[in-house]
């Protein structure tokens, strides 16, 4: 129980950071982390290896983030803080527009995406939130890239 409150505690700018990417409201920021810190420790008893801790954790937080954005059915998920992104030569300058281009993703190459390219995470440590293969997660990202080059091409 001390390291799942230190492991809270250490990382809630981290926690703060991923749930404001999804949920884009401070108060429904503090719910949703209210809420991963309430399903943490009730499941505290489900954590098998204490090094994957943060991830489980992290892995709850978007689990919750996703059921409140469900929840409201609001969609505009990915907010990003450069004002111009290349994606095959194509120049796209409106967050809204990329944000509807993720949201058309399926939700695991949509996750995946936001936590390798925009929360920076490595294939192991994303491999370790999802439970799945690194190579289960290369595919989910190269589909979901190549999904998105999809978009792009319609887009123009």
């Not at 059915?73 to 111009?84: M, V």
């Not at 300058?93 to 399926?106: G, K, P, Q, T, V």
């Amino acid at each position: 129980m001390k390291l799942i409150e230190e492991t809270l505690i250490n990382n809630h700018e981290m926690l703060y950071k991923i749930a404001m990417k999804y949920l884009k409201n401070h108060d429904d920021v503090l719910d949703a982390l209210q809420e991963t810190a309430y399903k943490t420790i009730k499941n505290s008893n489900k954590v098998k290896e204490q090094e994957y801790l943060l991830t489980w954790i992290i892995r709850i937080l978007i689990n919750t983030c996703l059921q409140m954005l469900k929840k409201n059915k609001r969609f505009d998920i990915i907010e990003f803080d450069e004002n111009a992104y290349y994606v095959n030569s194509v120049e796209i300058d409106s967050d809204i527009e990329i944000s509807e281009m993720l949201i058309s993703l399926n939700k695991n190459y949509r996750d995946v995406i936001i936590m390798k390219y925009i929360e920076g995470y490595k294939i192991r440590e994303i491999a370790a939130v999802f439970k799945k293969p690194e190579s289960t997660i290369k595919t989910w990202l190269r589909r979901g890239l190549e999904s998105l080059g999809s978009e792009v091409k319609s887009y123009e």
